[in-house]
């Protein structure tokens, strides 16, 4: 099924609209999505759009102002883009920008595009946007799904009922090999009725001659009442010769009632061997298949049952297992070493997976195979993990099959909505979640990818995922850290100690692991300390790969860390997380810039921050570019200075009272200059909102060169607490500062 999301826009007045969408699709749901700019190869232009086209299932129509207008041209890129999804039959889904108005009559050819479900875009209600963009996309990925499983149910009823027919066959041979049997050994037991009869006679004859004169020959010889008669003559030699030829008789009827009763039970064998659920597994013992097997008023119709083969069916012995072989799914490798393995090329040599061990390998091409064998628990929940360890490799995906060959859908997984693993070189763990397996039975697992990578591999029943991760290193705050371009070898941060490092390139792992109590908040921090460099954009995950998404944050919506230049905390409060386990930090940009990360228990943030050193009232203040080295301000002094360009940082420590008030000012002494703008913030990087300014309503710091002072009154701080005031301008200025804590 082709899943992919085709993004159409008009560049001069959609791509800003367009980026935001992309970024959001991709990032934080994972879809597969196509931007031009983005994905674009070499080559002709159309010819690639086209191409894309077709792997695409859903086409994103960005209606931008004035979008439409020049789709009457019919070489119009936007105009052959839409008339390519209307031809492909592409679910379409309009989004309608604030700024866009339907032309009064549509180009030719494009008037269906309005009967089409369109989405408006309004920017304070972003939010609400991408709920109902996501929740039409499921829905036409559902709609989808349902016609595949008809279309896969039809097939499979289809070979369901060939497999009845042939096993039908094959019962009516069985029952006309078992006629002719019965016909043959009813001659037989004729013939040796019959010559029982004549074998008889030959002795009658001989007593008849032999008797005394009077006495009848052909009377019965008197038979005892019983064989435990104490008075009983043991009969003549030819009597009990007799006596045998007559019981061949019994002894052939006997055996071929049993011929009809062994008749009998091959079709009912058959028959119940055609309707079973699944094939028998290899290695199966007799305990096993007791289990397994179904009792006959719940077994399936036999419409429902592949038949099994030779390979599912026969168990081998000792001897017919290779010598190497690869190690059974029972002696996993130590905790924490990782075994290197060589994948199978075909279901028939899959590698088996021992649960609770993570291994790794190379892939090269083709597909890799694996097995593995669920345990006794009905149940059970499985955690299927896929990591790519080649940064810039191609995605490797991955599906999961039963005994029969069919697909397993997992319950969760973080494809995006494709249903699979996709290991891509993020770094970032592919996991499917599996539910309702059988017990004691064995599935399969195939990947592939269209470059070489090397890769790690785990399967783990729920909550016991820990025990396949690779040990950490604790990381050394007095030394810059070294990220990892994966998970499994990043390093571990300790709580309550800053880290600051530089960052080149590529995904930079970091990893934490939280206390013991089981209520406990976390706030991770990310800073940026080169200005004028690009946004780092952070993400945290657990051990499965799930994306944990903040209780709070200040990336405006986005649920992730964004460390801008300007140098403000980028900041995650993380609430619900489980108790002495280990999560994940990744973050990346465009450029290399400074960093620093730190994680601290709720209330603790405070013990991490780098002292302050106190501004001297009597010299010109040093402002630095992000909050960590920012000059601390005494509360009622003034501080005079140059304003020089970018963001300037002051820090001030509120007083021992919790009640107290707090007044900013701000006044820039240089006429016929720009405005200063300025903002407060707390140690996490949250902004402080005046509760009243000067500001005209904007909730800042406005200094205007005219000479009047900005303030603002601040209440509810906390006491004893550093926070932080930042301001910045389009040009050179004097300003004068001051923190007050007096009305």
Not at 608 to 623: N, R
Request: charged letters at 25%; aromatic letters at 10%; one cysteine or more.
């Amino acid at each position: 099924m082709k899943q992919g999301i085709f993004i159409s826009y008009r560049r001069d007045t959609g791509s800003t609209m367009a980026r935001m969408i992309f970024d959001r699709l991709r990032f934080e749901k994972k879809y597969q999505c196509f931007l031009d700019v983005e994905k674009l190869s070499v080559g002709n232009f159309r010819e690639n759009i086209y191409s894309e086209m077709q792997k695409c299932d859903i086409f994103l129509l960005i209606l931008s102002k004035n979008s439409l207008n020049r789709c009457v041209n019919l070489n119009d890129n936007v105009r052959q883009e839409i008339e390519t999804a209307l031809g492909e039959k592409l679910a379409i889904i309009p989004v309608m920008a604030e700024d866009f108005v339907w032309p009064e009559k549509m180009p030719e050819g494009l008037e269906s595009i309005q009967d089409y479900n369109a989405i408006p875009y309004v920017q304070v209600y972003s939010e609400q946007f991408f709920e109902r963009l996501y929740s039409f996309i499921e829905a036409v990925r559902a709609e989808e799904r349902a016609k595949e499983n008809a279309v896969r149910d039809a097939e499979r009823a289809a070979r369901n009922a060939e497999r009845a027919a042939k096993a039908k066959e094959k019962l009516k041979g069985i029952a006309q090999s078992s006629a002719s049997a019965l016909s043959d050994l009813g001659r037989s037991t004729a013939e040796a009725a019959k010559n029982a009869m004549s074998d008889k006679a030959e002795p009658e004859q001989a007593e008849t001659a032999a008797a005394p004169k009077g006495e009848s020959a052909s009377a019965p010889a008197e038979k005892p009442s019983s064989a435990r008669d104490a008075g009983r003559k043991p009969e003549p030699a030819d009597k009990q010769t007799a006596s045998g030829k007559r019981s061949k008789a019994p002894v052939l009827i006997a055996a071929a009632a049993a011929v009809v009763i062994l008749a009998l039970g091959a079709f009912f064998l058959f028959g119940r061997g055609g309707r079973s659920s699944a094939p028998v597994p290899a290695a199966t013992d007799a305990s096993q298949l007791a289990a397994k097997t179904p009792a006959p008023a719940e077994t399936p119709a036999p419409t429902e049952t592949p038949a099994p083969t030779a390979s599912q069916t026969e168990t081998p012995t000792p001897a017919e297992t290779p010598a190497d072989a690869p190690a059974p799914a029972s002696a996993p490798a130590p905790a924490g070493s990782l075994r290197e393995i060589t994948a199978g090329t075909s279901r028939e040599d899959a590698s088996p997976l021992a649960p609770g061990e993570k291994v790794t390998g190379r892939y090269a091409s083709g597909e890799a195979w694996f097995s593995f064998t669920t345990g006794s628990d009905e149940d059970a929940k499985y955690w299927l993990t896929l990591q790519n360890h080649t940064p810039d490799s191609k995605t490797l995906y991955g599906y999961i099959q039963d005994e029969a060959g069919s697909r397993v859908i997992p319950a969760a997984d973080n494809s995006g909505g494709d249903r699979r693993l996709e290991a891509a070189s993020t770094g970032v763990t592919a996991f499917a979640r599996l539910e309702g397996l059988l017990p004691d039975t064995t599935y399969y697992v195939s990947f592939s990818g269209d470059a070489k990578a090397d890769y790690s591999i785990a399967l783990s029943q729920d909550g016991q995922r820990a025990s396949i991760c690779a040990p950490k290193t604790l990381a050394d705050p007095a030394e810059a850290p070294v990220p990892c371009a994966y998970p499994d070898d990043a390093p571990l941060l300790q709580m309550n100690e800053k880290y600051t490092g530089r960052y080149e390139s590529g995904q930079a792992w970091f990893c934490f692991t939280t206390g013991r109590d089981e209520d406990a908040r976390y706030w991770l921090t990310l800073q940026n300390h080169k200005p004028d460099s690009k946004t780092l954009y952070g993400y945290v995950y657990n051990e499965y790969g799930q994306l944990i998404r903040p209780a709070a944050d200040n990336s405006g919506g986005d649920y992730r860390l964004e460390a801008a230049s300007t140098g403000v905390t980028a900041f995650a409060r993380l609430e619900g997380l489980l108790p002495d386990t280990t999560y994940y930090v990744v973050f990346s940009g465009d450029a290399k810039a400074g960093y620093s990360i730190a994680l601290s228990p709720d209330g603790e943030f405070a013990s991490i921050c780098a002292p302050k050193t106190p501004a001297d009232p009597a010299e010109e203040p040093v402002p630095c570019a992000y909050p960590d080295d920012a000059p601390l301000l005494l509360l009622n002094e003034k501080y005079t200075g140059r304003y020089q360009g970018g963001n300037a940082w002051f820090a001030f420590t509120t007083g021992s009272g919790e009640d107290a008030k707090y007044v900013v000012t701000l006044q820039n002494h240089t006429p016929d200059s720009k405005t200063l703008y300025g903002y407060i913030y707390d140690e996490y990087g949250r902004l402080i909102r005046p509760l009243e300014d000067n500001s005209g309503g904007d909730r800042r710091l406005e200094a205007g060169s005219n000479g009047i002072a900005a303030y603002a009154r601040l209440e509810g701080l906390l006491p004893d607490t550093t926070y932080y005031v930042v301001f910045s301008g389009d040009a050179k200025a004097d300003y004068e500062i001051s923190v007050s804590d007096q009305e």
